[in-house]
């Protein structure tokens, strides 16, 4: 397939435009997409940069990472495996880039296929993995947490109150096992004590279990001081985040590195996040995406 033949999108990729314009890509610069999913950035980065032998994209999907394919034949090197892991790798072997994006949280194929698990919306089994690789599931938590441990998930990374965190944590332990999403969801639905309308009462729970299974708060605290190693001077960094947890641990990051004054290494080039609200209105996908971007001093 030629660059400018785009396969069929499966995710329709958040704040394209808006990436585009902050980080701008330039005939024969490299590009490190640490998330690179469906390659719906990727595509439009390398399309620019037309660097596509010192491009790197990562993912720790595998079903993501087959279908970056077409941009591995043209010469971009796949790595299948955690950004922090690759992150890592990456500095130790002295490897620059001109630009770099983190495009943070699941994508539309891992919650619209229900094998994987993801969504309370149709039954499968409760997964949840992003790397199918790693032994621990959302069916492991599940069944093997103590009710203190399913309580702060839910609390912490669901941000839910105390004690609705806690009456789904003792329902989780009496109803074991469970093995489906459907399953969770009715529990927690049960739970549920007032009237709902648009927003399930299982959304909040799925996405802790979904943050702890993949411990992505973690992994988003342990890449973002490697990020300035990665940059050649002058390169930009931008990350997109999802919600609130993740985009408070991206701005206060850059917020140290804006007080470090002449000992920083990135400066802010985004005064205020860009949002899907104001920056991609045709797409629902972006409407909670927020796009920090940074430039290496
Ligand atoms: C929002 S999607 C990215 C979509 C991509 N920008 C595109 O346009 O197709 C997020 C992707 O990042 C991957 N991902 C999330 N956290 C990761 C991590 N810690 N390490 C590696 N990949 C991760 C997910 O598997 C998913 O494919």
Same mark, same amino acid.
């Given at each position: 397939m030629s660059i400018n033949e785009h396969p069929p999108q499966l995710h329709v990729p958040v704040l394209l435009d808006a990436t585009l314009d902050i980080l701008k890509p330039?005939?024969?610069e490299n590009y490190l997409d640490l998330t690179a999913g469906y390659g719906g950035h990727a595509t439009r980065f390398l399309e620019a940069t037309e660097n596509f032998e010192e491009s790197v994209? !990562? %993912?720790r999907d595998d079903y993501a990472i087959e279908r970056l394919s077409p941009l591995s034949q043209q010469g971009a090197s796949?790595?299948? &495996? %955690?950004? !922090?892991s690759a992150a890592r790798s990456l500095v130790e072997q002295g490897k620059q880039f001109s630009i770099v994006l983190v495009d943070l949280g699941v994508s539309s194929p891992q919650l619209d296929q229900s094998t994987r698990g993801f969504s309370f919306k149709s039954n499968g089994p409760l997964d949840m993995r992003m790397d199918r690789r790693q032994p621990v599931s959302a069916e492991t938590l599940v069944n093997t947490a103590s009710i203190d441990e399913? &309580?702060?998930i839910i609390r912490e990374y669901g941000e839910e109150p105390h004690g609705f965190a806690k009456r789904i944590a003792m329902a989780i332990k009496q109803a074991r096992p469970l093995t489906t999403t459907e399953e969770l969801a009715n529990l927690v639905k049960e739970e549920y004590r007032g009237p709902w309308k648009r927003i399930h009462p299982a959304t909040r729970t799925f996405q802790a279990l979904r943050i702890a299974v993949n411990e992505e708060l973690r992994q988003v605290e342990e890449v973002l001081p490697l990020l300035p190693a990665l940059l050649k001077k002058g390169g930009r960094v931008g990350v997109i985040s999802f919600h609130s947890l993740e985009d408070r641990l991206v701005k206060r990051y850059l917020k140290e590195q804006q007080d470090a004054g002449l000992e920083a290494e990135l400066q802010i080039i985004t005064k205020k996040p860009l949002d899907g609200v104001n920056y991609d209105v045709h797409n629902p996908r972006s409407r909670s995406a927020k796009l920090r971007a940074a430039v290496k001093k």
């Open positions: 330039i005939q024969g994209l !990562v %993912d796949l790595l299948h &495996t %955690d950004f !922090v399913l &309580t702060r």
